[in-house]
T-cell receptor, first 117, second 114 residues
Framework: AQSVAQPEDQVNVAEGNPLTVKCTYSVSGNPYLFWYVQYPNRGLQFLLKYITGDNLVKGSYGFEAEFNKSQTSFHLKKPSALVSDSALYFCAVRALYSGAGSYQLTFGKGTKLSVIP | GAGVSQSPRYKVAKRGQDVALRCDPISGHVSLFWYQQALGQGPEFLTYFQNEAQLDKSGLPSDRFFAERPEGSVSTLKIQRTQQEDSAVYLC????????????FGPGTRLTVL
């Protein structure tokens, strides 16, 4: 079974400061890892993914995430937060194996990010 | 509109009623997913289609839940004899075959079972 933990329900950060949203995962074998974002009154949007290669992945809107295999973590980061980054962020994982069920994403509970002006 | 659309956006059903939720994916998207999102939780996988073929239905919680995509485009999630625990937001997502994991989500249908 695969699982995702987002230990913080809410993260508050001042505009212009760096932000980190934490995610740890559990999966059999090598993972595919993802971040999705949900803005108020809008559907979830894909932000970035890690499949293989460089442990630092860059995505949309200046976000990046660092894959750490030894700590089974995939934290989302941004060097300078904007008020418009305020949203609900979801980390997701799936195992890298073939088969009909291989596209089943498992999401975390989500972390609400509030960027304070 | 180029996005995923879902209808209705809100549905209130009495316990025991049957409901049907519709999803219109982005044109050309081969892959289609249904998720259930309870309040304060992340989306939970229900089922996955590739074109008209339902390749994974392991997430459907009971045999009251049924999904179809007969022509490989529009999909319908049907819930028979609804129960209160079925109350949730039902999300539909679609993606290209070559980028299955980069899913585009619809706004969801909020189902309330009284």
């Amino acid at each position: 079974a695969q699982s995702v933990a987002q230990p913080e329900d809410q993260v508050n950060v001042a505009e212009g400061n760096p932000l980190t949203v934490k995610c740890t995962y559990s999966v059999s074998g090598n993972p595919y890892l993802f971040w999705y974002v949900q803005y108020p009154n809008r559907g979830l949007q894909f932000l970035l993914k890690y499949i293989t290669g460089d442990n630092l992945v860059k995505g949309s809107y200046g976000f990046e995430a660092e894959f750490n295999k030894s700590q089974t973590s995939f934290h989302l980061k941004k060097p300078s937060a904007l008020v418009s980054d305020s949203a609900l962020y979801f980390c997701a994982v799936r195992a890298l194996y073939s088969g009909a069920g291989s596209y089943q994403l498992t999401f975390g509970k989500g972390t609400k990010l509030s960027v304070i002006p | 509109g180029a996005g995923v659309s879902q209808s209705p956006r809100y549905k209130v059903a009495k316990r025991g009623q049957d409901v049907a939720l519709r999803c219109d994916p982005i044109s050309g998207h081969v892959s289609l997913f249904w998720y259930q999102q309870a309040l304060g939780q992340g989306p939970e996988f229900l089922t996955y289609f590739q074109n008209e073929a339902q390749l994974d239905k392991s997430g459907l919680p009971s045999d009251r839940f049924f999904a179809e995509r007969p022509e490989g485009s529009v999909s319908t999630l049907k819930i028979q004899r609804t129960q209160q625990e079925d109350s949730a937001v039902y999300l539909c997502a679609s993606s290209l075959a070559t980028r299955v994991d980069e899913q585009f989500f619809g706004p969801g249908t909020r189902l309330t079972v009284l």
